[in-house]
């Protein structure tokens, strides 16, 4: 099978990878490139876990193949973070215990981290709407709100 040589941009570094040109964007990032903080609940686009951005915008990555993805800026969860310090959303979900397991985390920070920046927090409701593709088994759902109009606030 033919392999395909690909460069992709994840947190600000350059990072090169060989697979398959079908690999998704959730599983170069997990499988190629070990950066396993995105999950992959469904690998359909039910769940959310596997949400990152790419230029900003959220994505479900297991939705979108990896070389679609080059020259562009991709953040997971592991980028968030400067240094020691916890970005504002990571550390208002520790405040408000806005995770359980812990499964969804990393998709749900980074669906609110997006959900603050386009403008759509400024009420529960528009929270509640724009953060229901993100998937809670353990039904987080009013902490989760409650760091992410924190952080809105
Ligand atoms: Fe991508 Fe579920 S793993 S939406």
């Known amino acids: 099978e033919g392999l395909s040589e690909m460069r992709l941009k ?3 570094s350059e990072r090169s990878l060989v697979a398959e040109p079908r690999t998704s ?10 950066l396993t903080g995105t999950k992959k609940g469904c690998d359909h686009g039910q769940c ?5 951005l790419v230029d900003g915008r959220r994505i479900n990555s297991c939705l979108t193949l990896a070389v ?3 020259g562009k800026e991709i953040t997971t969860i592991e980028g968030l973070a400067q240094g020691e310090e916890l970005h504002p959303m990571q550390a208002a979900f520790l405040k408000h215990d806005g995770f359980q397991c812990g499964y969804c985390t990393p998709g749900q920070i980074l669906s609110a981290v997006a959900c603050v920046k386009e403008g759509h927090a400024t009420s529960d409701a528009q929270c509640r709407e724009w953060m229901s593709g993100n998937l809670c088994r353990c039904g987080a759902y ?3 709100l409650a760091a992410v109009r924190e952080v809105a606030s």
Request: proline letters at 4%; a negative charge.
């Open 142 to 144: 009013p902490n989760i």
């Open 48 to 52: 959310g876990a596997c949400t990152v």
């Open 25 to 34: 964007l959730l599983d170069a990032l997990r499988e190629n490139l070990d």
């Open 10 to 12: 994840v947190n600000g």
């Open 68 to 70: 679609m993805n080059q």
